[in-house]
């Protein structure tokens, strides 16, 4: 079964700063990898897909690479804004339909 | 047009007692998807529809969970015998089925908790 991990769970940084959120998985063998975003009592929001070919995505503030022969993958936010404050998850799917999902990192951006 | 949306968005009920969890997804979207995250965690994959079919249901933790698309558009999961263990919130997704690579539209999820 794939297992998805981020590190680390939760991260607080003043705003302005530049920061890096990480997700490692344990089977290389995957479709694409999804950043999502998750506020409180809220679903999901989608923000960066990359397929299994590609090396990186970027939209806006945020750039998000992916290295599958070592299942990594990283989310770089740019000057962070109090408005990024929320929950980070990193999702692999496999071939078929199955999406695994990370516990996330829970980001704390400070005014 | 609308995003997905799920109701109840709350559900409180006893332990033994049936409950219905509904999602609507966005209009046109032929694939359909539940999850279930419990508090700390990420989604858990429970069942994929591709239409009215269920395609994938190998998440669905036991024979208490079902799941239905009779019209390939609503879904209603249901729960049998509900357990403490059940508590979580029920997320619903959706995409337009007609590419491997397309994104998953999520609802805001029903927030279920069996006393």
């Known amino acids: 079964k794939q297992e998805v991990t981020q590190i680390p769970a939760a991260l607080s940084v003043p705003e302005g700063e530049n920061l890096v959120l990480n997700c490692s998985f344990t089977?290389?063998?995957?479709?694409?990898l999804q950043w999502f975003r998750q506020d409180p009592g809220k679903g999901l929001t989608s923000l960066l897909l990359?397929?299994?070919?590609?090396r990186e995505q970027t939209s806006g503030r945020l750039n998000a690479s992916l290295d599958k022969s070592s299942g990594r993958s990283t989310l770089y936010i740019a000057a962070s804004q109090p408005g990024d404050s929320a929950t980070y998850l990193c999702?692999?799917?496999?071939?078929?339909?199955?999406?695994?999902f990370g516990t996330g990192t829970s980001l704390t951006v400070i005014p | 047009g609308a995003g997905v949306s799920q109701t109840p968005s709350n559900k409180v009920t006893e332990k033994g007692k049936y409950v219905e969890l509904r999602c609507d997804p966005i209009?046109?979207?032929?694939?359909l998807y539940w999850y279930r995250q419990s508090l700390g965690q990420g989604p858990e994959f429970l069942i994929y529809f591709q239409g009215t079919g269920a395609a994938d249901d190998s998440g669905l933790p036991n024979d208490r969970f079902f799941a239905v698309r009779p019209e390939g558009s609503v879904s209603t999961l249901k729960i049998q015998r509900t357990e403490r263990g059940d508590s979580a919130v029920y997320l619903c997704a959706s995409s337009s089925g007609l590419a491997a690579e397309e994104t998953q539209y999520f609802g805001p999820g029903t927030r279920l908790l069996v006393l």
């Open positions: 209009s046109g979207h032929t694939a």
């Open positions: 990359i397929q299994s070919s590609q």
């Open positions: 089977d290389s063998a995957i479709y694409n």
């Open positions: 999702a692999v799917r496999k071939t078929g339909n199955q999406f695994y």
